[in-house]
């Protein structure tokens, strides 16, 4: 099997010996809303001493072997896995090197080859297509793709965001899982950048309908920012190590990292579900049909496999075609001759059922021509919106989003700053929320007026906005000339974030004053108490409070009540700027 084409030498002999002694360890793919096992990796190992996997490869291809190889360990992988005893209910998730599409196409036996006599439905494989190498020949990778889903195996685009063709890959093969390279959710926790570029992916995948996992998770704060962001699964050492020993092999891992999590299905959301029975795969053509002639406004039938996993969904306007055609109801009813119902299913819009409406809406907008939208939890079907509902929820939610914004800044207000400190206090990781004040605002707005007051305001908020998109998870305006903000980075960052942003503001508010009061540093202006007195130009000072890592035993109220202390304090401050703090546990004395 393993003979170099052409050649009778003896160089195929080692990986032929390799190939009998190569080992599989397998490592968790968990669901990040509930950490139940969707899945397991296959990482192969080899004899300690062999070369790295990459090199035995490259010297099968150059032998002219490496697809042998390649499918010889896939089978062996399954052969493994299938001892498992929770196999049957999950699914192996395997490498296949891309230089493998070269050459020949594969063909419906080969890979009926890698299932024979293990156990295994074709249904419980996903095979991982990389982005790392370069794939020579696409025809013969969606002939593989179209063969593979034929058959019911699941696809993944694996190492995605480090190649150059990760878009354009996506588009061709129409992936059932994205799973997001390490190198952006290495301390995602602390990254603005990766979170953004993350939480964008998310919404992409879900209006195209496939999965998000979080490769690499090692610590517990980059589990929940990636799960916040919107990944379905996630797997890494932060969750369970590869282990070669079946018995080892769990079907639920780390429950730890779910304390407060506690997603359930927003009421509203609820309240708005259609219920639309999914319809199995393998189910006639002509009862979905029937089911379209039966209900005449029906227009979409969501598509699930046996486990109840989304697929996709059925349109009615794929099916008027051979319900209005002389000979489409007669060749729909003639099961020899009638076309599988694979073939008319197409990728559609999905949302996490336990996601905000926020999300849910994004994804219905960001998905093309949307005729509506699927939820999905941990990847099963949980309902439908129609159109009309996810449009209904939009509007809803502006009018909410409208109400709680203030009227000059736009920002949202106190209602939706409590509700985010809420939220905030049951997710671990680096957070800084920081309550900022003028100084010297009213004799500002007294001597120059209510628009230049406002100016002044507009200011200080668009620096925010430019913040939030960089560093803040959220801001907000409280109200006046008092705002708040929501920095999601270690205590170092944050702090120099919080003194460049009240620098900045100083600097930019001079342009405010007229030539002669920015030489005198201030204007002179009558106080409360009728006093004509000298006030400094303005700034903002800032109450900077780093929550602690636990904060359970933490409240809205003591958040609130430990800033307004650094609020006095830091309008003391010659900078300006004021650190404050929580305890660790218990309660604030």
């Known amino acids: 099997m393993l003979r170099p084409k052409g050649v009778a030498g003896q160089d195929s002999e080692p990986l032929t010996k390799l190939l009998a002694r190569a080992d599989f360890a397998f490592q968790p793919i968990v669901t990040t809303s509930s950490m139940t096992v969707h899945g397991f990796e296959a990482l192969a190992r080899f004899p300690e001493g062999t070369r790295p996997v990459c090199d035995l490869l490259d010297q099968a291809d150059a032998m002219g072997n490496l697809r042998a190889l390649d499918l010889g360990l896939v089978r062996k992988a399954i052969s493994k896995f299938a001892r498992f005893e929770g196999a049957a209910s999950t699914r192996l998730f395997c490498n296949v090197d891309n230089r493998t599409h070269g050459g020949s196409p594969a063909t419906m036996g080969g890979i ?24 020579q020949d696409s025809t013969n990778l969606l002939r593989t793709v179209e063969l593979l889903n034929g058959m019911g195996v699941r696809i993944a685009l694996d190492d995605f965001g480090v190649g150059m063709s990760g878009l354009h890959m996506l588009l061709t093969i129409e992936p059932d ?53 919107g990944c379905d699964l996630a797997q890494g050492f932060g969750i369970a190590r590869p282990t070669t020993r079946i018995e080892d092999l769990a079907m639920t891992y780390g429950r730890g990292l779910l304390v407060s999590h506690g997603a359930r299905m927003h009421a509203r959301v609820e309240e708005l579900l259609n219920p639309v029975a999914p319809m199995l795969l393998d189910a006639p053509l002509v009862d979905a049909a029937n089911r379209f002639k039966a209900v005449p406004d029906l227009r979409v039938i969501p598509v699930i496999d046996a486990k109840g996993s989304v697929l996709g969904a059925l349109l009615e306007e794929d099916m008027r075609r051979y319900l209005l055609s002389d000979y489409g109801p007669a060749l729909l009813a003639n099961k020899g001759a009638a ?69 000059l800044t736009q920002l949202p207000g106190n209602r939706s700053i409590a509700h985010h400190i809420g939220e905030t206090l049951k997710r671990r990781g680096p957070q800084a929320l920081v309550f900022f004040d003028f100084d010297n605002f009213k004799a500002f707005n007294d001597h120059y007026g209510f628009a230049a007051g406002d100016r002044a305001l507009m200011m200080f908020a668009d620096l925010l906005r430019k913040l939030e998109t960089t560093a803040a998870s959220f801001v907000g305006h409280i109200g006046g000339d008092d705002f708040f903000a929501s920095i999601a980075a270690e205590e170092p960052a944050s702090t120099e974030i919080v003194h460049e942003l009240c620098a900045k503001f100083a600097s930019d508010a001079e342009s405010l004053y007229s030539v002669r009061d920015r030489a005198a540093g201030g204007i002179h202006s009558v106080d409360r108490f009728g006093q004509n007195r000298f006030y400094p130009l303005l700034r903002t000072s800032a109450s900077l409070l780093h929550l602690p890592a636990a904060r359970a035993h933490l409240t809205v109220e003591m958040v609130n009540d430990q800033l307004a202390t650094g609020k006095q304090m830091a309008k003391a401050s010659s900078s300006g700027i004021a650190a404050v703090r929580l305890p660790e546990s218990g309660v604030l004395l």
């Open 177 to 229: 899982y994205v799973k997001i390279d390490r190198a952006f959710i290495d301390q995602i926790d602390t990254s603005g950048r990766k979170q953004a570029i993350v939480a964008k992916l998310c919404g992409l995948a879900h209006s195209l309908g496939f999965m998000t996992v979080a490769e690499g998770v090692e610590t517990e704060a980059e589990f929940r920012m990636a799960r916040d962001l």
């Open 339 to 407: 076309p599988r119902m694979e073939k008319l299913v197409r990728r559609f819009p999905v949302a996490d059922a336990n996601g905000t409406v926020e999300t849910i809406v994004n994804s219905y907008v960001a998905a093309d021509s949307a005729c509506g939208l699927i939820l999905s939890d941990e990847g099963r079907y949980a309902g439908f919106l129609t159109n009309n509902a996810v449009l209904r929820l939009a509007a809803e939610a502006a009018v909410s989003a409208a109400r709680e914004q203030n009227p």
């Open 112 to 135: 009926r080859d890698l299932f024979a006599d293990c156990g295994l439905a074709a249904s419980n494989l996903c095979l991982e297509i990389s982005e790392r190498a370069p794939v």
